[in-house]
């Protein structure tokens, strides 16, 4: 017999006892009362956890994380320019953290059977040429909580990669929504500062005639032509500012964007849903309780059955043992491990926090521009009306051409800069929507 043709049949006849051997074992592992194995986390269910996995036979448990995420609203109008914009950014973006999910998601999959019973194979040729074949099957019957510990960092492990994936795709949609109302802004500032341009060169166009005439001197023809190239200069300014904006956007889309010319609405809700930093600190902290947990059991002792098939029929053994060495420092390393879940906690509350802080700065930057383009609009509109008396005293005589540019001067800039306040109120709802996570519905990540 050849050396392949002996071991099929070496296999042939092992593979009843091997069942027979892992069947025994994991009825042993299943009538253990207490032990963690097949509950896994209480915390997890297949539905929300296929939400965003996109796997209909996964049999690990949901996250609250995840079902949380997956059950956000986005604040974007369905039929908006917002919305359009978020779509064709998100159709010609490359991202890693789906990969990364997906990785996860497999693992934890994996680790949800981690307490079924463990199988390797072993051959070994003796002196005298014949192959000896062994099939170890391996079954920890007690192990204060390692396998669950397992089960639950990878659990954990999904939902820090899913709060990933949210955090790209919301930052990702932010930073095209930010390329888009800040072309709108520039282009905006740019029109009314080339009005404002004109107008001072309508006047520049005065005081050459005025100066030709021998009416005014060179000094203010040269102050009036230096006060024109600024205005040019601010236009032309908001126009680079546009173009580089809507080419960043078009690198992002892939696609001419420039018919979208409205500034839209954020429907941000009351209250708002939890900060994406505060959610990825809860899910880190879980990964790192788990991860605590691991190594707190390797200080303990566990309980294992095992199983042979060398010899013609299955041997029976138990072994127990510690998977870490004890020593003198063996009660501080635990006490460390405690102290690492405390500073998890620390971790969260630290980023509520945070999130807390930034959060009043915002609405409060907010509430201050929106009084202030309620302010600046009357103010704009009273001082337009005031140049329009003024240039009439100055058609009278009453007035000087030079009182009329820097009355006019003054009315451009609040003007230019009154232009650009509705979009700075946009910008700051566009950030306070990226932090909490609502720039992307959650059902479609």
């Known amino acids: 017999m050849t050396f392949r043709g002996k071991l099929t049949g070496l296999r042939a006849r092992h593979c009843a006892r091997m069942a027979v051997a892992a069947s025994v074992l994991a009825g042993l592992g299943g009538c253990m009362q207490g032990t963690p194995f097949p509950a896994g986390r209480s915390s997890f269910s297949p539905t929300a956890m296929n939400l965003v996995a996109g796997h209909p036979g996964t049999t690990v448990q949901s996250s609250v994380i995840i079902a949380d995420l997956a059950a956000r609203p986005t604040a974007l109008q369905g039929a908006g320019p917002y919305a359009r914009v978020a779509q064709a950014v998100l159709g010609d973006a490359k991202g890693t953290a789906k990969a990364e999910l997906r990785m996860k998601r497999l693992t934890a999959t994996a680790q949800s059977k981690n307490w079924l019973p463990e199988i390797g194979p072993s051959l070994s040729l003796t002196r005298l040429g014949d192959l000896a074949t062994q099939i170890l099957v391996e079954q920890v019957l007690w192990d204060n909580g390692a396998k669950r510990a397992e089960r639950d960092y990878s659990a954990a492990d999904v939902e820090v990669a899913a709060v990933s994936l949210s955090s790209e795709m919301n930052d990702t949609v932010a930073d095209g929504l930010k390329a888009y109302i800040t072309a709108l802004k520039s282009r905006e500032q740019a029109a009314v500062a080339a009005r404002s341009a004109a107008k001072i060169g309508d006047y520049n166009h005065i005081m050459r005639q005025r100066v030709e005439g021998g009416l005014s001197d060179q000094s203010e023809a040269r102050i009036l032509a230096q006060k024109l190239t600024e205005m040019q200069a601010v236009a032309q300014a908001d126009r680079d500012s546009e173009q580089t904006a809507l080419a960043q956007l078009r690198s992002m889309t892939g696609q001419n964007l420039e018919d979208l010319a409205a500034l839209g609405s954020f429907a941000l809700p009351d209250p708002l849903p939890e900060a ?72 969260v509350e630290k980023a509520r ?11 409060a930057k907010l509430v201050a521009l929106k009084a202030k383009a309620a302010r600046d609009g009357a103010v704009v509109e009273q001082t337009g009306a005031g140049l329009d008396m003024f240039t009439e005293q100055y058609r009278m005589g009453r007035r000087t051409l030079m009182e009329l540019v820097n009355m006019y001067e003054s009315y451009a800039d609040m003007a230019h800069a009154q232009a650009g306040l509705k979009y700075d109120i946009a910008l700051i709802e566009l950030e306070i929507a990226r932090q909490h996570g609502i720039l992307v519905e959650g059902r479609s990540i």
């Open 276 to 347: 994406l930093s505060v959610v990825e600190a809860r899910a880190e902290a879980g990964r790192a309780t788990a991860e605590a947990e691991m190594a707190r059991a390797g200080y303990l002792p566990s309980l294992s059955a095992q199983a042979s098939t060398s010899g013609g029929r299955p041997d029976f053994g138990f072994s127990a043992g510690l998977d870490q060495m004890l020593g003198f420092g063996t009660a501080d390393a635990m006490a460390a491990l405690e102290a690492s879940k405390e500073a998890a906690a620390a971790r």
């Open 353 to 363: 926090q945070d999130d807390a802080q930034q959060i009043i700065s915002l609405q």
